[in-house]
Nanobody, 122 residues
Framework: QVQLVESGGGSVQAGGSLRLSCVAF?????VAWFRQAPGKERGGVAR????????WYADSVKGRFTIPKENAVNTVFLQMHRLKPEDTAMYYC??????????????????WGQGTQVTVFS
């Protein structure tokens, strides 16, 4: 069993930055960030494997978001820059024990955090 604890959400003006953290208690291999805006489906934002540096990003966040990790403390971050109002959503960290095709899909991930709200105002 794996527990994921997220933190770092909040409200920020458009153009600003936020960093979300996801601490894993237990083994993880694939870690992804998903987001869900009101009235929309939850979709993948970024994904990284804990033994690789390369990552996958949704087209809507490429060049603005990164997904750094610190394996020593079992933490994966979502660093968000140049935030836009359309980035407003509940952000979820998710983890699994195996690789998967991209874009990441919910069904692949067995473990989920509680979510953290990001609000970007103009």
């Amino acid at each position: 069993q794996v527990q994921l604890v997220e933190s770092g959400g909040g409200s920020v003006q458009a153009g600003g930055s936020l960093r979300l953290s996801c601490v894993a208690f237990g083994y993880t291999y694939s870690v992804a960030w998903f987001r869900q805006a009101p009235g929309k489906e939850r979709g993948g934002v970024a994904r990284i494997y804990t033994d690789e540096e390369s990552a996958w990003y949704a087209d809507s966040v490429k060049g603005r978001f990164t997904i750094p990790k610190e394996n020593a403390v079992n933490t994966v971050f979502l660093q968000m820059h140049r935030l836009k109002p359309e980035d407003t959503a509940m952000y979820y960290c998710a983890a699994s024990w195996g690789r998967s095709a991209d874009p990441p899909v919910e069904d692949h991930f067995s473990y989920w955090g509680q979510g953290t709200q990001v609000t970007v105002f103009s």
